[in-house]
């Protein structure tokens, strides 16, 4: 079943939207033209990743400023591969929006 969460035309580069999907809190954010929906909790000590600071494909938790990598999930600086990457959800297209599909039960 699609879940709509944005209208295309509402996106741009630096967006973020803190978003229900399945129960649980998640950040819809475009950065360099990308767009992508991530559970809304840090891999260090689970704050919430809405208006952290997006700078190209990164993503900095305004928490403890760690910042992660939108293209592979990884903490970058001295803590790269010590702590657990960004939860990532594949987003669909469908028409002018997208959202996710959840399977219907
Ligand atoms: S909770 Fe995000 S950097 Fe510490």
Same mark, same amino acid.
């Given at each position: 079943?699609? /879940?709509p %969460?944005a209208? $295309?035309t509402? !996106?741009?580069?630096?967006? &973020?939207q803190a978003v229900?999907?399945?129960?649980?809190? @998640? !950040? $819809?954010? &475009?950065?360099? #033209? &990308?767009?992508y929906l991530? *559970?809304n +909790?840090?891999?260090h000590?689970?704050?919430?990743l809405?208006h952290?600071? /997006?700078?190209g494909? =990164? %993503? +900095?938790?305004k928490? @403890?400023?760690i910042a992660?990598? %939108?293209? =592979?999930?990884?903490?970058e #600086?001295p803590?790269?591969g010590? %702590?657990?990457c960004?939860?990532f959800?594949d987003l669909?297209? *469908?028409g002018? +929006?997208l959202?996710v599909?959840?399977?219907? +039960?």
């Amino acid at each position: 079943m699609f /879940i709509p %969460l944005a209208k $295309l035309t509402d !996106l741009y580069d630096g967006f &973020q939207q803190a978003v229900m999907v399945a129960g649980k809190s @998640h !950040l $819809l954010l &475009q950065a360099d #033209g &990308q767009v992508y929906l991530v *559970e809304n +909790r840090c891999p260090h000590m689970d704050a919430p990743l809405l208006h952290g600071a /997006i700078v190209g494909s =990164t %993503l +900095r938790c305004k928490a @403890h400023g760690i910042a992660f990598s %939108l293209i =592979t999930g990884g903490a970058e #600086g001295p803590l790269a591969g010590s %702590l657990d990457c960004l939860v990532f959800v594949d987003l669909v297209y *469908e028409g002018d +929006r997208l959202g996710v599909d959840i399977p219907s +039960r």
